[in-house]
């Protein structure tokens, strides 16, 4: 069966320039999250969506960060105007509801030169 | 005090052994508890979710503890497949409730 599905699977890019993150959900999944891994490093929280519920930023690092969910399917998260420090593996969750069991994307690996 | 926190380990054990994994959390209310793997530049996967009952899933054991609110993974007879980092994960119950992962316990299954 298909499982989350994120793209690009890698991405290079200048520092300066923006980006964009794409995760495709489990079909019938209502939450989703978005994590950020650094090499060897735990798992970041950055914003979940719930259902029509206003989303929970409360773990974007900064306002260059920024993400939607249309449709309460598909995600995005962009990244404007990258950093070094924005050099990561992308992380995109997704589940039945919040606090359910969660199915990760094989992630997003982000490389800032 | 952090919300979920773990021994980061390494565990080094030898093929065979029997090992096991504590995780506290700080959150009285929390009622979903899970163990995660995560393999080297891999994704987590989920390995088993924790009920108040424990529960068994061939070599894996899940404790709950609500008294002294930790959760537990005992793991016999190590293979060496088993060498990963297993992160533990509660959920926060409050005015925005989330998963909260745990940085994870790293074990090194040796032949």
């Known amino acids: 069966g298909a499982g989350v599905s994120q793209s690009p699977s890698n991405k290079v890019t200048e520092k300066g320039k923006d980006v964009e993150l794409r995760c495709d959900p489990i079909?019938?999944?209502?939450?989703l999250y978005w994590y950020r891994q650094s090499l060897g490093q735990g798992l970041e929280f950055l914003i979940y969506f719930q259902g029509n519920s206003a989303p929970d930023k409360s773990g974007l690092p900064s306002d260059r960060f920024s993400a939607e969910r249309t449709g309460g399917s598909v995600s995005t998260l962009t990244i404007q105007r990258t950093q070094q420090e924005d050099s990561a593996v992308y992380l995109c969750a997704t589940g039945l509801a919040i606090t359910d069991t969660q199915y990760f994307g094989p992630g997003t690996r982000l490389t800032v030169l | 005090r952090k919300e979920v926190e773990q021994d980061p380990g390494p565990f080094n054990v030898p093929e065979g052994a029997t090992v096991a994994f504590n995780c506290t959390y700080s959150n009285s209310a929390s009622q979903s508890f899970f163990w995660y793997r995560q393999d080297c530049r891999k994704e987590p996967k989920l390995l088993m979710s924790?009920?108040?009952s424990g529960n068994e899933d061939g070599r894996f054991t899940a404790q709950l503890n609500r008294a002294s609110q930790y959760i537990s993974l005992l793991i016999r007879d190590s293979k060496l497949s088993d060498s990963a980092t297993y992160l533990c994960?509660?959920?926060?119950?409050?005015?925005?409730?989330?998963?909260?992962f745990g940085t994870g316990t790293l074990l090194a299954v040796q032949p």
């Open positions: 994960v509660v959920d926060r119950q409050g005015a925005t409730n989330k998963l909260i």
């Open positions: 079909s019938g999944h209502t939450a």
């Open positions: 924790v009920y108040s």
